[in-house]
């Protein structure tokens, strides 16, 4: 079993920045791909940034590309999602995911979900 804890949203204005947290806990983590999603009022949820156990590897989707930046950090047990020039449609709630699969993906069938943490971004 693996838990996952996401920290660090909150309500800021258009134009700043947050770095949302994902503490992992079990002896696997290392071997997992990390993924954050997010989820808007009325919405699906939807895939935002994966990152391969190594950290060698990175997928965005295109709303968030050159925007936000995914990170691992094994020692930690932690991954990262730094967002910068935030937007008021990137109002949502972000979720952790793990999964067990070694292959890269974006789809919802990840293995493992954190509770979500919330980001509000006003104009």
């Known amino acids: 079993q693996v838990q996952l804890v996401e920290s660090g949203g909150g309500l800021v204005q258009a134009g700043a920045s947050l770095r949302l947290s994902c503490a992992a806990s079990g002896r696997t983590f290392s071997s997992y791909l990390m993924g954050w999603f997010r989820q808007a009022p009325g919405k699906e949820r939807v895939f935002v940034a994966a990152?391969?156990?190594?950290?060698?590897?990175?997928d965005y989707a295109k709303s968030v590309k050159g925007r936000f930046t995914i990170s691992r950090d094994g020692a930690k047990n932690t991954i990262y999602l730094q967002m910068n020039s935030l937007k008021p449609e990137d109002t949502a709630v972000y979720y952790c995911?793990?999964?067990?699969?070694?292959?890269?993906?974006?789809?919802?069938?990840?293995?493992?979900w954190g509770q979500g943490t919330q980001v509000t971004v006003s104009s």
């Open positions: 990152i391969s156990w190594s950290g060698r590897n990175t």
């Open positions: 995911a793990a999964d067990r699969g070694p292959t890269m993906k974006r789809s919802l069938d990840y293995d493992y």
